[in-house]
């Protein structure tokens, strides 16, 4: 019933639309923003952005989950839009984190550093709640994004544990999520293993040119 009376209510194609501009807008950004460091012949801390839109189905169900009414959807749930930085090394995520920060066309409302404060599954990644002003055909409006900025090495822990825990429908045995556990440290273990095999690199070059 709770959720024939949010599809009727919500104009979803009405909605959605701004927050689909944003998705593509933000890519675009973030992506221009890796080009102009190869030009430049800077490093780029940045190794690949990807973006996703919510599907009206996922916001019912968080709205549902949350008891959001659809008046409040657009204020409450703050990831309708997804943006996705994957960065190679672990010390490259604080860079895009400042890049964020300091940029003037976003305001960052929250930040969560589940890397040092890492989830109990073994999740790690750094989120990032922004809010992003638009200019629309039908005047300005202000959208709220979730940007989750992670190594390689915590995406694929990330990717693969979510598709298993949606197999589960969540509920994932606990022997399993030992193991998975397990794993997302053995992920991190590599991340901070390539770390230091690239301090060593630089510094050895750093040498040389001496
Ligand atoms: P949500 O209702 O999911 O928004 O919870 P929240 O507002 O407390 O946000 P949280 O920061 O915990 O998680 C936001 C997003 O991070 C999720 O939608 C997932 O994409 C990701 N995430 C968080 N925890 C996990 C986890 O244990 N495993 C995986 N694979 N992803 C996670
Ligand atoms: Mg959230």
């Known amino acids: 019933m709770r959720r024939g009376v949010f599809v009727e209510i919500v104009n979803w ?11 593509d807008e933000l890519l675009l950004k973030f992506r221009c923003l890796d080009k102009e ?43 309708i839009v997804g943006i996705r930085i994957l960065c190679q090394f672990v010390e490259d995520i604080e860079k895009v984190v400042t890049m964020v920060q300091s940029r003037k066309d976003m305001t960052v409302l929250e930040e969560r550093d589940y890397i040092t404060n890492t989830k ?6 750094y989120h990032m709640i922004i ?17 989750q900025i992670r190594t390689n090495a915590m995406n694929f822990w990330a990717t693969a544990e979510h598709s298993l825990r949606y197999k589960y ?27 230091t095999i690239r301090e060593e690199i630089t510094n050895a070059q750093r040498l040389n040119e001496i």
């Open 37 to 79: 460091c190869r030009h430049l012949g800077i490093y780029s801390p940045i190794d690949s952005v990807t973006g996703r839109l919510k599907k009206p189905a996922s916001i019912l169900e968080k709205a549902g989950k949350k008891q959001i009414p659809p008046e409040k959807i657009e204020e409450k749930i703050e990831d």
């Open 13 to 23: 194609k009405e909605l959605l639309y701004p927050y689909e501009q944003a998705v």
């Open 131 to 147: 809010r992003y002003p638009l200019s629309t055909a039908l005047g300005p409006k202000e959208v709220l994004a979730e940007i």
């Open 169 to 195: 429908s969540g509920n994932i045995p606990e022997n399993l999520q030992h193991r998975l556990r397990i794993c997302a440290e053995a992920a991190f273990h590599l991340d901070r293993e390539m770390s």
């Open 120 to 125: 109990p599954s073994g999740y790690r990644s």
